[in-house]
């Protein structure tokens, strides 16, 4: 099956600092990446899509400036939280779009928690 | 704008009982809906889409357009089945573009079965 894997599962940082979190599909390309935001005991908020070689769109709302993401290649996509504060502490999960046929599927990875001291 | 609604945040029966996790949509059009399943500790997966019209795990949902529903449903619930499930909703896949195929998600529903 395919498997999407996130790097690092879980980070602390200092307020002010930047952290870069990885997302990785691992046996198949995707040019199409999600990134969600969850908070505790809510649903999934999509922040952007991630585009391979193109730039991302974001949702209403979400600041490009403070998220910010690329999709270098075919299988990683970043997102840097940039001069990251206490109300950025979260857990962000990345999904990558897979290609079936006439549709597609998407496959989560296993989401990182970011907590900003 | 497209919205999807889980009215239960909660849900609990027993082991047998029949079960039926709510969900309601808003989209103007012909969208995809889904059912994704979250087990303790585990990532969020597919459980089913209803363009498959599958049964998986003993679960079915019914795509109803005229009440704009496509509830979850399983005849007898097991232990196993305890777990966190989200309904969302994308524009059809032959939509085309880059960004087709984003989700969005309903609050989630909590099923507990207890022995």
């Known amino acids: 099956g395919a498997v999407v894997s996130q790097h690092p599962s879980r980070v602390i940082c200092k307020s002010g600092t930047s952290v870069k979190i990885e997302c990785r599909s691992l046996?198949?390309?995707?040019?199409?990446m999600f990134w969600y935001r969850q908070f505790p005991k809510q649903s999934l908020m999509l922040m952007a899509t991630?585009?391979?070689?193109?730039?991302?769109?974001?949702e209403q709302g979400v600041e490009k400036d403070k998220f910010l993401i690329n999709h270098a290649s075919l299988t990683l996509s970043t997102l840097t939280v940039t001069s990251a504060h206490p109300e950025d502490s979260s857990f962000y999960i990345c999904?990558?779009?897979?290609?079936?046929?006439?549709?597609?599927?998407?496959?989560f990875g296993p989401g990182t928690r970011l907590t900003v001291t | 704008a497209q919205r999807v609604t889980q009215p239960e945040k909660l849900l609990s029966v027993f082991k047998g009982a029949p079960v039926e996790l709510k969900c309601n949509y808003s989209?103007?059009?012909?969208?995809?809906l889904f059912w994704y399943v979250q087990y303790s500790r585990q990532r969020l997966q597919l459980l089913l889409r209803?363009?498959s019209r599958e049964s998986i795990k003993g679960f079915t949902a019914d795509l109803n357009k005229g009440e704009t529903s496509f509830h979850l449903k399983k005849p007898f619930a097991q232990e196993e089945d305890s777990a966190m499930y989200y309904c969302?909703?994308?524009?059809?896949?032959?939509?085309?573009?880059?960004?087709?195929?984003?989700?969005?998600f309903g609050q989630g529903t909590i099923l507990t079965v207890h022995p």
């Open positions: 999904s990558a779009r897979a290609e079936r046929g006439w549709t597609y599927e998407q496959y």
């Open positions: 046996d198949f390309q995707a040019t199409t």
């Open positions: 991630s585009n391979e070689g193109s730039k991302a769109t974001y």
């Open positions: 989209y103007s059009g012909s969208p995809e």
């Open positions: 209803h363009i």
């Open positions: 969302a909703l994308s524009g059809p896949s032959n939509a085309g573009g880059t960004s087709y195929g984003k989700l969005t």
